[in-house]
Structure formats: C-alpha cells, structure tokens
C-alpha cells in the first residue's frame, strides 16, 4: 500500500472520543458495548431529574443508535422519553424545561459514516468537569439496578421550538421577503419552513434529500456555493437560508449568492436582540474589536463548552447580565432573556442554528435594508475557513507541536507572510502577521480534519490566504 493511501486509511480509523461537541467516531466502532458504556457512565455521573430526553438526526445510523441509547436509559432504572427526529437545539430546549437530561444522537456536520452522542444536563450542556467525570467512570461502571425504568413518548420538542420563534418574532417579521431554505438532510429542514411562514415570509423549498449531506457551515464547497447562488437568482429570493445535519450551525446566504459567516451572523445577531457582553472563540472574527455596541468580548478555546464556561463565568458575576455566546460555524447561544419583535425569548445556552437566522433577517426587514447591506456595514474585516480531511491524527499533532515551538519552521511555513507579530497557542495555532493578516492552524478533536482560518481587510485576501495554506498543510499532511 502506498504511504499517503495508508495515512488515509490509519485516520479513518480514529477511535471514538469525546470532542468539543461530544462523543464522535466511525459508526463501525460506535458498538452496542461502547454506546452503552457512556450512557451508563452518563447516568451515573450527572444529574438527570425525572427522564432522560433521547433524539436523534436524520444520518441512516442514528436511529439504531438511539434504540441502544433509550434501553440503557431503561436498564439504568429511569424514564426514557424517545423524542424522535428532532434537531439538537429544540431536544435541549424541551429537556431543560421538563427538567431533564438529555440524549442527542448526531455526528452533526460530519460525514454519514460517523455519528455520536451529545449529552445534556437539566440546564444545559455537560461541562467539561462533567465529561472528565463520565470518562473517569467508562471502567468502573456500577451495577445495574435490579428495576427497570419505562420509556415515554414527546414529540413536542420541534413544535414547542417553532412556537418559541414564530411567538417571539410574530406574524410580520419577515413579510414580503421570499426565503429559500436548502432543505438536504438537516433534520430542521421542515421546522425552518414553518418557522419562515410562521413569521410571515414565503418559504421556497429547495433540494430535499433522502441521502444524508454532511453540510459543514464553516467549509462549504465552491460547487454549492454556486449551488446556492443560482438558486437565489432563479428563484428571485431575498435570502436563503440553511443548516448543518443536526441544525446547530446555520447558514445564511443573500440575495446575491453570498455566504455571510457565522461570526458575523454573530454580532449581527447579538446586536439586534441587545447584548452587551459577547464570548466567542478566538478563531472568531476580530471585527467585534472595533463594535462599541459590546461593553466586553471574551475569547475562549474553540468549542460550545468553553464558550459556556465563559457565560457562565458573567453570570455568575452577574445574573442580570446580557451575555450571549457564539461561534465562527455560527452556533448562537442566548443567555439572558431578550427581548424580539413580538415577544420575549427565554436563555437557551446551547448551540443554536435557528436564532441567528431569523435575527438578522429579521432586523434587516424592520430598518428597510438587504441583510447584504447590513453586513457590509460592519467594520471591513473578513475571514474565510475550510479543512482538510481523512488526517493522521498523531501526523497532525505532530506538525503543530513543531510549529508552536520552533519559530525557523513556522517562518518557513508561512514564508509567503510578512513578518508575524503576534502568536496565539490557546487553541491551535493563531498567528497575526504585520499588516493585521491572521492565519489560524487547528486540528479537529474528535474527527480525522485539520482546519486552517484566516482573516484579511477584503474577503478575496482572506480566501487567497485559505487557498494558498490549506495547499501548504495538504503538502505537509497528506
């Protein structure tokens, strides 16, 4: 076998782990055994309240899995309540007020030879102490309890989550504006049309899928990207909207076919619901640097627990803060109660990919603008991401221990850059380079991937920056 063929075959086989989103691996290694170890440890080691909530997303593995999932919750003397179809957001949003864990079956943006598990507490997602406390109990398991819980039926989770938007926005919201929604395989691909005419838009239903598409909102591919922008011009649409597998990452497209990224879905989105205290990644986009709209902005680690922890951190400070949280995949998390057109919308601190959709579309209608207009407001500073996949782990890690610590090599590396200014080791490899140019190494945690950002004053720099050092790591990695 060839060297590269089997570097391609040793990363396909990355063991499951725990990640920033959860336990993810190969669907082949995600065995009956190993599945229920984690649940049992889950149970074990949080706080669950009355029922453990169970979904799943619409990848043909997951709904097997979720069977293996529901039995243990049932070996393990609790209620399961078997939910469905549902996307990760509403599954948090119903577990949290039945004051219950939670379960959610989905690999969401991977593709659909992987799947995991994201576990849920009563008030969210589990911390990174509360993962620490699962693992250390995956090989000291207690024993069953001899009485077997039941298992219950909900399927109000997607309602409820639709009611929560379209009562907060109102009928009006997006009136006269013609929406398309790229349906494939997101598991939210009938709520967003609901939600779209719940708010008074007009949905148009585009590219329903029977096979699963993993849609990753940070690294779209330039054939959908074309995709997308001819079905903006042939369906005379205002905006198109979408979401990844599992719809806790949203993508918004407007009128001319442009992408608008996640982290300026972001501010936009804080902005308009009235936050003042934003915690981000620092792969974010530094453009909220230059917002006075912001008393504070907070970077994490990459990854919805760290920014959490963070949010946390504020309101515990102080409860009446309005904090928010998101992600450069465009995850929204809300944690005060704002305030939308037309009703109140309560904390929901996880992952979310519908919000920040219907915010900006929604502010943009209200103040008489095109969201593009609303995007080309903000301060001039542009990123651009995407991955490479089927890496070596151990390959990867390597490359970045030699990069983080020997300046020749990294100079080398970047040897096309001016010289750098500022380097970054809190999650990956951020480098800003004179000029203000920031290029961004990170490999995955739980799947075979190494992401490379950057960030430019114009978009075509920040997209010729990603071209020209995701052809340098697939030099060096593959």
């Known amino acids: 076998m060839a060297p590269t063929k089997f570097r391609e075959e040793k990363s396909r086989y990355m063991p499951p782990k725990f990640g920033t989103s959860g336990l993810r691996g190969l669907v082949t290694e995600l065995t009956p055994e ?23 997303d619409l990848r043909p593995s997951s709904p097997a899995i979720a069977e293996m999932v529901l039995q243990t919750i049932c070996e393990c003397g609790l209620t399961a309540v078997r939910c469905g179809h549902v996307p990760t957001p509403a599954l948090a949003l119903g577990a949290m007020n039945a004051g219950c864990g939670a379960v959610m079956i989905t690999g969401s943006h991977i593709p659909a030879d992987r799947n995991g598990l994201k576990f849920y507490l009563p008030v969210g997602e589990i911390s990174k102490e509360d993962e620490t406390q699962i693992l250390a109990l995956l090989d000291h398991l207690p024993d069953l309890p001899e009485r077997k819980g039941d298992e219950k039926v909900n399927l109000t989770c997607a309602n409820d989550y639709i009611a929560r938007y379209t009562d907060a926005f109102g009928s009006h919201a997006l009136s006269g504006l013609r929406i398309g929604v790229y349906q494939h395989s997101s598991v939210a691909r ?13 949905p148009v239903p585009l590219a329903w899928s029977d096979t699963f598409i993993p849609v990753d909102t940070e690294a779209v591919a330039p054939e959908t990207r074309s995709q997308l922008a001819t079905w903006c011009t042939v369906n005379a649409l205002d905006a198109l909207i979408s979401t990844d597998g599992d719809a806790d990452r949203p993508m918004l497209i407007d009128a001319n ?6 982290d300026v879905l972001g501010p936009i989105t804080a902005r308009a619901l009235g936050a003042d205290i934003l915690c981000t990644p620092v792969s974010s986009n530094s453009m909220i640097n230059q917002m006075d ?17 963070a949010m946390e951190d504020i309101l515990d ?59 080309a407001a903000l301060p001039p500073c542009f990123t651009a991401a995407d991955r490479l996949q089927g890496v070596d782990q151990n390959r990867s890690e390597l ?13 080398a590396f970047f040897a096309s850059m001016p010289p750098e200014v500022a380097v970054d080791n809190k999650d990956g490899l951020r480098v800003t380079f004179r000029g203000g140019d920031v290029i961004h190494l990170r490999p995955s945690g739980n799947a075979p991937e190494f992401r490379c950002y950057t960030e430019a004053n114009t978009h075509q720099a920040a997209v010729t920056l990603l071209e020209t050092h995701l052809s340098a790591l697939r030099d060096r990695l593959t």
């Open 34 to 56: 190993l599945i229920a170890s984690y649940v049992r440890a889950f149970v074990a080691a949080c706080p669950q309240g009355e029922a453990v909530h169970v979904g799943w």
């Open 190 to 202: 009938e709520i967003m049309v609901a939600v779209v005419q719940g708010c008074g838009g007009t």
């Open 257 to 262: 076919g442009a992408i608008i990224a996640g």
């Open 293 to 309: 709209c912001f008393t504070t902005n907070r970077r994490t680690r990459i990854g919805s627990p760290y920014v959490i922890a």
């Open 317 to 375: 400070a102080d409860i009446e803060a309005k904090v928010v949280g998101y992600e450069a995949n465009g995850g929204f998390l809300l944690g005060f109660k704002a305030a939308g057109p037309n009703g109140s919308l309560a904390p929901l601190m996880t992952r979310d990919g519908l919000l920040p959709l219907l915010t900006p579309l929604a502010a943009a209608r209200a103040a008489g603008v095109t969201i593009a207009e609303i995007a």
């Open 399 to 411: 490359f970045l221990k030699q990069m983080k610590q020997d300046a020749g090599y990294r100079a």
